[in-house]
């Protein structure tokens, strides 16, 4: 297909939508760049969802060892347990897919000084660097998360309102918000930390802790991985919504916005004052 | 065999490193936070047994068990020599090495020997102050001579882990992208060496099963030695198996080498 039949709309007068049709059609393009390079490494392709499944399949296997020993762990049992897991690689998976790649690349665009093709486009460098390549293999690992939160709901016989199931995908939404924030502060580090590779490396060591209950945390490390960086309520927030039906998911999703808010917000101003500081290494 | 050249690869090992502290700094100190995840974890777990046992553990010698999972990798798990290496394959900076009177494998055994010592002398002190937080739960050796085997087997575990990193790095031979198999490699490394959890808390059929793969030699085996986890003739059978996977694993990384090797073709050079 020849890319250029499918040109950026012209200036039209829709008001407010247009800046917004106007990225969703850049998008658009380059999704469709992506999945059109993806199909061209079909064993890659295969082979990363090799690799996601087994850490996935690992991580469920961990579970069955912890509840050899025990019923519960602070109040979660073994299938909201689970359900967390399934979560966790839900969001985790979706956060890959449409932002990780790019992220990850963003310290070698400032090391190379290739990011000054990306700041010359008439587009938001935010959105420019974030939004390249697309992962369709995580889409797959992200299915294998819904088929485990799916198989846990069944487990626990608990079958959610339209309500809750509505807020779940809300909260799984300001999830992966989360996890592209955090990731895209660290690598925006790479401004003064010129080899980055260590962040990336950051933000799985953080996002570690996201899939354990969020009861078993205490004191000042709680307060600072709920809210100053929330990575113990991402996973745990939308399971709850699930699980907890005594508990309205309103005051729960509060919970995660407020601080899905500060980080996005921060991440934001950060990249900002980074760009203020960016010398190009090509020139 | 002259040492000297060496010498001078370890130097230039340490600079390297020193080029990229804040790197290096930043991913010691994000490496402590699952550190905390599992101290959490494995304190509601005793919670829940209400100060029992679980698979021969109680809740101090748990959390022993974990630091020094910490300690050890700190000290012989290769962190990045595996990109290294396939990248200097895929970019033909390999060929500067095969013009040289250097052997490569010496020469990359050299550089992870001097990341893994400046790696250590940095993270010494954060892992310190981790390990006096926890003072209570330090229990040393009761025999003298664990000590030497402990860190005998600490050793064949750092030659183990380098050269079945090398060997995978290796493959950039023949593929252009390595990155899928190394992490489906760290994926079996991190559920089958002990990173996780301690081996013995699974089933013994499984444990009986892992007792003949490499993995358990690459973190588990060691720690346990010193733990006096495994003593006698399980001691014996498992430092034999140890020192049999050590070699394996070193004549697998010459092997692939000179496979590699024959087939290269100096892209770039």
Same mark, same amino acid.
């Given at each position: 297909m020849d890319l250029k039949s499918t040109p950026i709309p012209p200036k039209r007068s829709l008001g407010l939508l247009r800046p917004l049709k106007r990225y969703f059609e850049i998008y658009r393009i380059m999704f469709r760049n992506s999945l059109i390079r993806e199909m061209n490494f079909k064993a890659n392709f295969i082979l990363w969802l090799l690799v996601e499944l087994l850490w996935f399949l690992g991580q469920i296997i961990f579970v069955e060892v912890l509840f050899q020993y025990v019923n519960q762990i602070g109040d979660w049992s073994k299938w909201e347990v689970v359900l967390l897991i399934g979560t966790h690689q839900l969001i985790g998976q979706l956060f890959q897919a449409f932002f990780y790649v790019n992220v990850a690349n963003l310290p070698e665009l400032v090391r190379t000084g290739k990011l000054d093709f990306l700041l010359l486009q008439p587009i938001d460098s935010q959105f420019a660097v974030s939004t390249r390549q697309f992962g369709l293999d995580n889409v797959v690992n992200a299915m294998v998360g819904v088929g485990i939160v799916v198989f846990s709901l069944l487990k626990l016989a608990i079958l959610p309102t339209l309500g809750q199931v509505g807020f779940y995908i809300a909260a799984v939404a300001l999830g992966v918000t989360v996890h592209y924030s955090i990731m895209f502060f660290l690598a925006t580090m790479a401004f003064w930390i010129v #080899? &980055?590779?260590g962040l990336i490396y950051g933000y799985y060591n953080l996002f570690n !802790? &996201? #899939?354990? @209950?969020? @009861? !078993?945390f205490r004191g000042v490390f709680r307060f600072i991985f709920s809210? +100053?960086?929330?990575? !113990?309520i991402v996973a745990n927030v939308p399971a709850k919504i699930l699980i907890h039906s005594f508990e309205h998911p309103l005051g729960l999703i509060l919970q995660l916005l407020l601080p899905t808010l500060l980080v996005s917000v921060g991440t934001r101003a950060y990249w900002k004052f980074a760009l203020r500081h960016y010398s190009s290494a090509s020139s | 065999m002259n040492l000297t050249k060496y010498y001078a690869v370890f130097g230039i090992g340490l600079q390297n490193t020193f080029v990229y502290r804040w790197n290096f700094l930043l991913r010691s100190v994000f490496g402590f936070v699952p550190l905390a995840g599992t101290v959490f974890i494995w304190r509601a777990m005793f919670a829940e047994t209400g100060g029992g046992r679980i698979g021969g553990y109680e809740y101090r010698s748990m959390i022993f068990y974990f630091l020094l999972t910490i300690l050890a990798e700190n000290l012989i798990t290769p962190t990045e020599d595996e990109w290294q290496i396939a990248s200097d394959i895929r970019e033909g900076q390999i060929n500067s090495f095969l013009t040289k009177p250097l052997n490569y494998l010496g020469y990359r055994l050299t550089l992870f020997l001097s990341y893994r010592a400046l790696y250590t002398v940095v993270t010494i002190l954060p892992i310190a102050l981790i390990f006096g937080w926890f003072h209570s739960f330090i229990q040393l050796p009761?025999?003298? +001579?664990?000590w030497p085997l402990a860190i005998l087997s600490l050793a064949m575990a750092a030659g183990i882990q380098f050269f079945i990193a090398y060997s995978l790095a290796m493959l950039a031979f023949w593929i252009l992208e390595i990155s899928t198999v190394v992490f489906i490699l760290y994926s079996f490394e991190y559920f089958l060496?002990?990173? +996780?959890? @301690? +081996?013995? !808390?699974?089933p013994t059929w499984f444990t009986g099963l892992l007792q003949w793969l490499p993995f358990t030699y690459e973190l588990y085996f060691p720690i346990a030695v010193f733990l006096e986890k495994i003593t006698g003739r399980n001691l014996l059978i498992g430092l034999g198996i140890q020192t049999l996977w050590f070699f394996l694993a070193f004549l697998i990384a010459k092997l692939m080498w000179n496979r590699g090797v024959r087939r290269y073709q100096a892209v770039g050079g």
């Amino acid at each position: 297909m020849d890319l250029k039949s499918t040109p950026i709309p012209p200036k039209r007068s829709l008001g407010l939508l247009r800046p917004l049709k106007r990225y969703f059609e850049i998008y658009r393009i380059m999704f469709r760049n992506s999945l059109i390079r993806e199909m061209n490494f079909k064993a890659n392709f295969i082979l990363w969802l090799l690799v996601e499944l087994l850490w996935f399949l690992g991580q469920i296997i961990f579970v069955e060892v912890l509840f050899q020993y025990v019923n519960q762990i602070g109040d979660w049992s073994k299938w909201e347990v689970v359900l967390l897991i399934g979560t966790h690689q839900l969001i985790g998976q979706l956060f890959q897919a449409f932002f990780y790649v790019n992220v990850a690349n963003l310290p070698e665009l400032v090391r190379t000084g290739k990011l000054d093709f990306l700041l010359l486009q008439p587009i938001d460098s935010q959105f420019a660097v974030s939004t390249r390549q697309f992962g369709l293999d995580n889409v797959v690992n992200a299915m294998v998360g819904v088929g485990i939160v799916v198989f846990s709901l069944l487990k626990l016989a608990i079958l959610p309102t339209l309500g809750q199931v509505g807020f779940y995908i809300a909260a799984v939404a300001l999830g992966v918000t989360v996890h592209y924030s955090i990731m895209f502060f660290l690598a925006t580090m790479a401004f003064w930390i010129v #080899r &980055a590779q260590g962040l990336i490396y950051g933000y799985y060591n953080l996002f570690n !802790i &996201a #899939r354990y @209950p969020e @009861p !078993i945390f205490r004191g000042v490390f709680r307060f600072i991985f709920s809210w +100053l960086i929330p990575v !113990i309520i991402v996973a745990n927030v939308p399971a709850k919504i699930l699980i907890h039906s005594f508990e309205h998911p309103l005051g729960l999703i509060l919970q995660l916005l407020l601080p899905t808010l500060l980080v996005s917000v921060g991440t934001r101003a950060y990249w900002k004052f980074a760009l203020r500081h960016y010398s190009s290494a090509s020139s | 065999m002259n040492l000297t050249k060496y010498y001078a690869v370890f130097g230039i090992g340490l600079q390297n490193t020193f080029v990229y502290r804040w790197n290096f700094l930043l991913r010691s100190v994000f490496g402590f936070v699952p550190l905390a995840g599992t101290v959490f974890i494995w304190r509601a777990m005793f919670a829940e047994t209400g100060g029992g046992r679980i698979g021969g553990y109680e809740y101090r010698s748990m959390i022993f068990y974990f630091l020094l999972t910490i300690l050890a990798e700190n000290l012989i798990t290769p962190t990045e020599d595996e990109w290294q290496i396939a990248s200097d394959i895929r970019e033909g900076q390999i060929n500067s090495f095969l013009t040289k009177p250097l052997n490569y494998l010496g020469y990359r055994l050299t550089l992870f020997l001097s990341y893994r010592a400046l790696y250590t002398v940095v993270t010494i002190l954060p892992i310190a102050l981790i390990f006096g937080w926890f003072h209570s739960f330090i229990q040393l050796p009761q025999h003298v +001579l664990t000590w030497p085997l402990a860190i005998l087997s600490l050793a064949m575990a750092a030659g183990i882990q380098f050269f079945i990193a090398y060997s995978l790095a290796m493959l950039a031979f023949w593929i252009l992208e390595i990155s899928t198999v190394v992490f489906i490699l760290y994926s079996f490394e991190y559920f089958l060496s002990g990173h +996780l959890f @301690p +081996l013995d !808390i699974m089933p013994t059929w499984f444990t009986g099963l892992l007792q003949w793969l490499p993995f358990t030699y690459e973190l588990y085996f060691p720690i346990a030695v010193f733990l006096e986890k495994i003593t006698g003739r399980n001691l014996l059978i498992g430092l034999g198996i140890q020192t049999l996977w050590f070699f394996l694993a070193f004549l697998i990384a010459k092997l692939m080498w000179n496979r590699g090797v024959r087939r290269y073709q100096a892209v770039g050079g």
